[in-house]
């Protein structure tokens, strides 16, 4: 049996793996990063149009601060959000930017003076000013009062990982590449590490570890249809939850990103409604200011999403051999800002579809784009059940997003988290309660039960085969645990989704051949998805109200009074057909922001009993606070510093305050 | 709306150059599939189905899908190239496949870029070297936006490895650092937070496993994906490691 020791082991090598692996490498822990892919190839790299960051150095983004993008973020989640952590990562974000600056990557700059954009549609002159010049510049994204999203062009994630990536190199770390953790090693609520697959050679190694950190990105690929790059499968959030104690947190949240081309499912950035581009339908009638007046195509991505699904379903959608879409029409921009400032667009057209978008106009639909759900973490990242068990990034629920992210806050979080988690898990480490007391028996159990998994796949007469069985259940996904659900629908979703996992667990696979073996890759990830699947349909189910991405035609309204809570599911029973459900209370008394209206549509939702006096208590604490003393008032209402690492409590500088 | 298709339902020959390392009775063949071909169809699409339909242990490459990430480099009828966003449409009926020369093969048409291009990093350094850590909680370096445009431009390389594949030099000298590498450095050069100065990078690229190996050739140049300036870059730094040297 071979064994590996290390400080921190870091699952997954993309921006919030990475930054967790460097954090630690830099508070003097040993660490080793295990990567399914090269970590550059890492689904971080699809992130096209940017991060968010408070700067507010564009004129477009004056006075933008961490209150503006707390609320948005807030409000984004439909106020599923842990507010403390939005703060925390509000008041880092900034500081993320800069680091990864003096890393190399190279955001686009302020340029002083006239220029022009587009805006609504109609051209416009936005003039920067002569002290911003050479900072670091935003563009506009949906659900954000201020330009705040920072951008390489339309290549952000691809600019921050090779910047991660390169630092990682600096620093020494191993990325071990093509390595699959299978399970978690753990004991009387305690992780020691995993049980770890080569996809090279198909041999199995325990890794043990003080802490294990999972940073695996989301689970998309339950869907039929994804933005998401094919390894986003969620087996590293379905190994946590296979321990059976730790927990998973709003799985039923999940994102659909309101333009992806058709029919490859690739996604265009949010970047190009931010730039001006408008979404048409098969009248080439710009149809989202009859909906949103006022955010029009830069509503939250949940919104635009139902938005464009109604349209469709009222006919006016395009019809295709592939089902019906709309138009995002980005030829309003102009060649020059197309085939600069969107190209990878660009390119993603011209090979995919055949057109230039400088002068066609592209097919798109709402896509699945986003796990919002996740393992339940603690604001300091660790598992809330599963000690010496971390996650970060799109993998955790940590839980700054709610029921929907807003674009450009979920590569923030990568990195954010990353920056945060890693300190608190270099302080973990430095504690003695960390030693890795555990027999090498405990171990060789976890590794003879792995093993003997996959011997019993490859050679116990199973008679299902995992392709069939993965297809339905993409289906179901996409059909009944989609944009719009219903209870009907849910039912028969998880009915039959329990059916396909009863099957999953008589999977055969036809070859033998040496090595990685694709077939048995297949096989041994699908009862894992199925889990996830099952978390977030009956999630679902039983989330009898609309809140963000989850949308429930039988239950429109979103309901504060009986909802305004986090879905906790765990899988206590290796052999159970469904997870256990329940709920864990998000207080109204705590909140800086109590729940009101998020500004779309109409004002439609059940209060909850507490905000009335929440609201009452926060007039009457803002009352004794200087009124011009931002961070005096923030700190009245809700104080978050002590949270954080004490590296990254300084306050972020910005550009008036140095005139 | 029409991609550039001919007729559809065309019949496809897709031949795969096979070879599984990890099996000792493996011995490399070509192995041949037919598929029907449709709108749309891409290389990637068309693997998944051949290993879908026909073999199961076929191994290859895909993460995005989507002509980003740079995992799917491999040889498509003798010219290196990324499968996910080749449309078969684009193709003859006859389609070789092979995996991308010169690095170690894992299997099939998957091979590993990865240690190549970590070695490659560590050799050059190609990260930024910084006389001092800037402060977060302030303002960052100014630049001017144009040297931020021009430093992304040569940032997009997405280390796929056709470049390396496309190398004369590579394929006679085994640590040639190739366009790849060259072109970090190009970058790192134009980028002030970077303190080196040519004398440092003459140091790591300053012979015939770095710019004087190149033979101009310029293979790198004409099957780049991100269709990087390889051909400028190598040429200017050539240049300015002649003055130093």
């Known amino acids: ?6 400080d921190v082991l870091v699952i997954g090598g993309g921006l919030a793996g990475l930054r967790t692996a460097v954090g630690v490498k830099q508070r003097g822990f040993d660490t080793i990063v295990l990567s399914l892919v090269p970590a550059k190839r890492s689904h971080s790299a699809a992130a096209q149009g940017g991060m968010q960051a408070s700067l507010g150095h564009s004129s477009m983004g004056s006075g933008d601060n961490e209150d503006v993008h707390f609320e948005d973020t807030v409000k984004g989640s439909d106020w599923g959000a842990d507010q403390r952590v939005a703060r925390m990562f509000t008041h880092v974000a900034p500081k993320a930017i800069r680091e990864l600056a003096g ?50 062009s339309d290549g952000t994630g691809h600019a921050m990982l090779f910047a991660l990536g390169d630092q990682t190199i600096a620093n020494g770390i191993p990325v071990m590449e093509r390595m699959e953790a299978l399970a978690l ?25 003080r802490a294990t950190t999972i940073a ?7 869907y039929k249809v994804s933005t998401n790059a094919v390894i986003c499968e969620g087996t590293g959030t379905a190994i946590a939850l296979e321990t059976g104690v730790a927990e998973l947190g709003n799985m039923e949240a999940v ?66 051999p592939y089902g019906d879409h709309l138009w995002l029409d980005i030829s309003v921009l102009g060649k020059d800002h197309v085939h600069k400032n969107l190209r990878e667009v660009t390119d993603i057209c011209r090979y995919f ?28 990242g660790e598992s809330t059940t599963l000690k010496g068990l971390f996650a970060c990034g799109e993998a955790a629920c940590w839980d700054m997003h709610g029921f929907n992210r807003l674009g450009g806050n979920s590569v923030a979080e990568t990195v954010v988290a990353g920056m945060i988690v890693s300190e608190f898990i270099a302080d973990y480490c430095a504690d003695s309660a960390s030693d890795i007391n555990v027999s090498t028996g405990l171990v060789r159990e976890f590794v003879e039960r792995e093993q003997a998994g996959l011997d019993r796949l490859v050679s116990g007469g199973g008679r299902e085969q995992a392709g069939p069985i993965r297809q339905r259940m993409e289906e179901i996904m996409i059909d009944q645990v989609g944009i719009f659900r219903t209870g009907e629908e849910l039912d028969r979703a998880v009915d039959e989704l329990e059916d396909l996992l009863a099957r999953s667990r008589n999977l055969g696979v036809r070859s033998s051949a040496p090595g990685p073996n694709p077939e048995l890759v297949a096989a041994y990830r699908l009862p894992k998805m199925l889990k996830l699947a099952l978390c977030a349909a009956l999630g679902a189910r039983e989330r009898t109200e609309s809140r963000g991405a989850h949308f429930r035609e039988d239950f429109p309204q979103r309901n504060d009074r009986d909802w305004l809570n986090r879905s906790i599911t765990t899988w206590p029973e290796a052999g159970a057909s469904l997870p256990n459900l329940g709920y864990e209370t998000i207080a109204v008394a705590d909140m800086e922001l109590p729940p009101g209206f998020r500004g779309y549509g109409t004002r439609n939702y059940i209060d909850h009993p507490d905000s009335a006096e929440r609201d009452a208590r926060i007039e009457k604490i803002l009352e004794t606070v200087d009124p011009d003393d931002r961070h005096a008032r923030q700190a009245a209402l809700m104080p978050f510093d002590h949270l954080l690492p004490e590296k990254y409590r300084p306050r972020n500088q910005r550009l008036e305050a140095t005139a | 709306m029409k991609t550039e298709t001919r007729a559809p339902g065309r019949a496809l020959t897709i031949k795969v150059l096979r070879h599984n390392p990890a099996d000792p009775d493996s011995q490399p063949q070509w192995a041949s599939f037919e598929l029907e071909e ?36 491999m040889v498509v009828n003798g010219r290196p190239g990324l499968a996910c966003r080749t449309l078969t449409s684009t193709l ?53 936006p144009e040297l931020a445009e021009e430093i992304y431009e040569l940032d997009r390389c997405i280390e796929c490895g056709c470049c390396i594949a496309a190398c004369g030099t590579a394929r006679m000298r085994e640590d040639f650092v190739g366009a790849v590498g060259l072109n970090k450095i190009a970058r790192f050069r134009l980028d002030p937070r970077d303190q080196r100065t040519d004398a440092d990078f003459y140091q790591v690229i300053g012979d015939d496993n770095g710019v004087f190996g190149c033979m101009s050739l310029l293979g790198c140049h004409d099957v780049c994906p991100k269709d990087l300036p390889l051909q400028t870059q190598i040429a200017f730094i050539r240049r300015k490691m002649v003055t130093v040297s």
Not at chain 1, 1 to 6: E, G
Not at chain 1, 185 to 208: D, K, M, N, P, Q
Not at chain 2, 56 to 62: A, C, I, R, T, V
């Open chain 1, 255 to 320: 994102q659909f990103h309101p333009t992806a081309i058709v029919p490859a499912g690739i996604l265009t950035t949010e970047g190009c409604r931010g730039d001006g581009g408008i979404l048409r339908d098969v009248n080439g009638h710009r149809f989202m200011p009859d909906y949103e007046p006022e955010k029009r195509e830069l509503a939250s991505r949940d919104v635009v999403s139902r938005r464009m699904t109604e349209h469709m379903r009222k006919g006016l959608g395009v019809k295709s």
């Open chain 1, 103 to 152: 890393w190399g990557v190279p955001w686009n700059r302020v340029k002083q003076g006239e220029r022009e954009a587009v805006i609504n549609a109609e051209r416009v002159v936005i003039t920067e000013s002569e002290s911003a010049h050479g900072l670091i510049t935003a563009r506009d994204f949906g659900g954000t009062k201020k330009w705040r999203t920072c951008y390489t």
């Open chain 2, 92 to 144: 003859p009926a006859e389609i070789t496949l092979a995996p991308l020369p010169l690095f170690k093969l894992i299997g099939d048409l998957s091979v590993d870029t990865g240690e190549w291009m970590r070695g490659m990093s560590e050799r050059l350094e190609t990260w930024v070297h910084e006389q001092t850590t800037p402060d977060i909680h302030a303002l960052e370096e100014r630049m001017e």
């Open chain 1, 185 to 209: 090693i753990h004991e009387s609520g305690r992780c020691y590490g995993a049980v770890v697959r080569s996809l090279v050679t198909g041999e199995l190694t325990a890794f043990l570890a």
């Open chain 1, 353 to 380: 579809l055949g057109i230039d978008p400088a002068n066609d106009w592209i097919p798109v639909r709402p896509t699945q784009h986003y796990s919002m759900g996740g393992i339940r973490t603690d604001h300091r």
């Open chain 1, 1 to 6: 049996m071979k064994i590996v020791y290390t």
């Open chain 1, 216 to 222: 695996t990105g989301g689970y998309g690929r339950i």
């Open chain 2, 38 to 73: 449709y709108e749309g169809m891409t290389l990637f699409i068309a693997l998944n189905e051949i290993r879908d339909r026909f073999a199961p242990d076929l191994q290859y490459d895909f993460v995005c899908r989507a002509g980003i990430c740079g995992s799917c480099g």
